[in-house]
């Protein structure tokens, strides 16, 4: 096994041929393709870890730790020292308070899930800007595959034969937890919307294609992948989906040709009255809303935490330091029974205090952020993973965002330089 916590600006076997590392980064391309197709088909799947129903942990979580073995002892994976430092900073403090605040409703399994997840942030592979390109195209591929879900969705119900529904497929036992599968489009409706099959809840789907859009417009630009998106996007009824792409369309406008903005904005009224009338801007309007509706779905995912945040600074000088401990801020309701958990940065602020949130956003921002992976992929992975899921302690997340941004450092392309011609070979 070959191992290293290096300056990440160069390979560190040094003896590799140009050759070796080519093929190094191939299998890289074709094992991050191959677990980003398991993390999504199986995301729905937790293995027991205990009696109680709760007791759980996600599949993808495994998979993912089977990858980071397979790279280590490949000899292709690295360690970022200042994400090791700010890691182990956080582990400190927080095993600290874990001390300090030691009680019978102290999660602790629910911090050493955390621990576990951020050492994710931690390890990094090099890819130049070939292969990284190549392995986007694949997760393009595998967002188009998604994409035809969605319409599969509509094409199931639109038939009689409703959605289907791996709930009453997969064993209790083995299924993830906590999440709003099937749900309709509005209160009383009898159309769903639609969850890809695999997904966990339609905010998921739309979330996973929203990156697909900004990823396609940031390094591929294809018309035909953009419409198939776009579209897919619409019919996903997601708001958290289209919230996502809206966000990120400023990083991205400036590799926009100014022909296509033009009709964009020309195209406006026609998209307008099309949405309208299949009720996708009622959905939208209603989800607009909620921000100041308490107890409604967009309340707890985006307005609640940051209150949270605010009462923590300006509340007990004990919480602001230490937290109120793991566990602290289980998962709240929306006026109509649904499930929704905490955004990460308040359930981190919140539960383990200001110390061990500086550690844990520094390591988040210092590992998805630079290393030559584009600013907008960045973005659009460090969003999604942080405001919009709302799931801290949900390892596919922390997946993407690793896979697609935090656990790559880009170098400079190294192919085998050309064989010259010998004499008399054709030129």
Same mark, same amino acid.
């Given at each position: ?15 590799? %041929?140009?050759?070796?590392?080519? %093929?190094? $980064? ?50 292709? /994976? ?30 602790? $399994? ?47 119900? /639109? ?8 709930? %009453? ?38 979330? @996973? ?23 897919? /996007? ?7 989906? $289209? ?50 509706? *308490?107890?409604? %779905? ?5 307005? *609640? ?69 584009? @600013? ?5 992975? @460090?969003?999604?993973?942080?405001? $919009? ?39």
């Amino acid at each position: 096994m070959s191992f290293s916590a290096e300056s990440l600006n160069r390979w560190s076997s040094t003896n590799a %041929s140009p050759a070796e590392r080519v %093929s190094d $980064m191939d299998f890289i391309v074709r094992l991050f393709t191959l677990e980003m197709i398991l993390v999504v088909a199986t995301q729905k799947i937790a293995v027991p870890i205990g009696s109680a129903e709760t007791s759980q942990v996600a599949l993808a979580l495994l998979i993912h730790a089977g990858v980071i073995g397979i790279l280590a002892i490949k000899g292709l /994976l690295r360690a970022s020292v200042l994400s090791l430092i700010l890691f182990c900073g956080f582990t400190f403090v927080t095993g600290f308070t874990a001390v300090v605040l030691a009680s019978a409703t102290y999660s602790l $399994m629910s911090l050493l899930l955390l621990i576990i997840i951020s050492t994710f942030y931690v390890f990094r592979i090099e890819l130049d800007r070939e292969h990284y390109l190549k392995w986007l195209a694949n997760f393009q591929l595998i967002a188009v595959a998604a994409g035809s879900l969605v319409f599969f969705n509509w094409a199931t119900q /639109l038939v009689g034969l409703g959605i289907v529904d791996l709930n %009453s497929l997969i064993p209790k036992r083995l299924l993830y937890l906590h999440y709003n599968y099937i749900q309709p489009i509005h209160w009383g409706s009898p159309w769903m919307k639609p969850n890809a099959v695999f997904f966990l809840e339609t905010s998921h789907i739309s979330q @996973f294609i929203a990156m697909a859009i900004v990823i396609e417009l940031t390094c591929f630009f294809r018309l035909r992948y953009l419409a198939f998106f776009g579209a897919a /996007l619409l019919c996903t009824f997601g708001g958290t989906g $289209m919230l996502t792409l809206a966000l990120s369309i400023p990083f991205v406008l400036g590799r926009i040709p100014k022909g296509i903005i033009v009709a964009g904005i020309v195209a406006l009224p026609i998209a307008y009255g099309g949405a309208k009338a299949i009720g996708l801007t009622q959905n939208i309007e209603g989800r607009v809303s909620e921000f100041g509706t *308490r107890g409604s %779905s967009g309340e707890m995912r985006f307005s *609640r935490p940051a209150e949270a945040v605010v009462d923590a600074l300006f509340g007990e000088e004990t919480d602001l330091f230490i937290g109120k401990g793991a566990g602290a801020m289980p998962k709240g309701q929306s006026q109509l029974g649904a499930n929704f958990a905490w955004a990460p940065y308040s359930k981190v602020f919140v539960e383990y205090g200001i110390v061990a949130f500086a550690c844990w956003a520094l390591l988040i921002i210092t590992a998805m952020f630079g290393h030559g992976v584009p @600013f907008a992929v960045s973005w659009v992975v @460090f969003l999604q993973y942080q405001f $919009m899921n709302g799931s801290l302690n949900v390892p596919l997340h922390t997946i993407y965002a690793v896979l697609l941004a935090a656990g790559v450092v880009m170098v400079k392309s190294r192919a085998p330089a050309p064989v010259p011609a010998g004499p008399g070979s054709a030129a």
